[in-house]
């Protein structure tokens, strides 16, 4: 069973991908596309990616695109809240397979911040990110639960961090089944992106899927917040 076979909302675009090299060759292309688009019509672009594993192959072909690096400003949609250093940090993530060669030359704008608390921190991040342009482009992934940037299922500020006209830009959030505490753009932040790419591979993802197309609680499955909103979701087996 394939993507084509959900019943998708009319707002949502799916790409069916034959592996896991040509989807991220795809979106790459197709992000690059955009962000070059977004330069050409204002001088620079803003683009927001996820974290974890299976975004390294995406990040390591989208850092051969051609593309004016230094106008573009790439930030994160969530964080552990862990030094940079870290081997389960975000920002190290980028820095090992998205900023090298040309595209070293981005600026990055991360969100870990130390504080004395995770809640501090987010307040940090939530400042500083005042301080980003308009999003173009944002590429988020999704868990098995649910869950997509770290807004979790069960996490203590979830329903400010769905909010659809909260203020906050980053919020603390608790994983309730990972290690590490978290930081997270809300969703009135992730949803003012121009184009939104939602990448998910395999069998497991795609039920996932079905499953949050099935119901309306997004605090059960916050994913679902961005189910009904113009996205494109780029899928392989």
Known sequence: MGISELKLPASVKAHALADAKALSTTLARDVAERLRAAISAKGQACLVLSGGRSPVPFLEQLATEVLDWPKVTVSLADERWVPVEHADSNAGLLARHLFKGAAAKARFLGLYRQAESLDAAALGADQALAALPAIDVLVLGMGDDGHTASLFPNSPHLAEG???????????????????????????????????????????????????????????????????????IYWCP
């Open 162 to 232: 769905l909010a659809r006209d909260s203020q906050r830009r980053c919020l603390a959030m608790l994983a309730p089944s990972v290690p590490h505490q978290r930081l997270s753009m809300t969703r009135s932040l992730l949803a003012s992106a121009g184009f939104i790419a939602l990448s998910v591979q395999g069998p497991g993802k795609l039920a996932t899927l079905r499953a949050a197309l099935a119901g309306n609680d997004t605090t059960e499955m916050p994913i679902r917040a961005f189910l009904h909103d113009p996205l494109d």
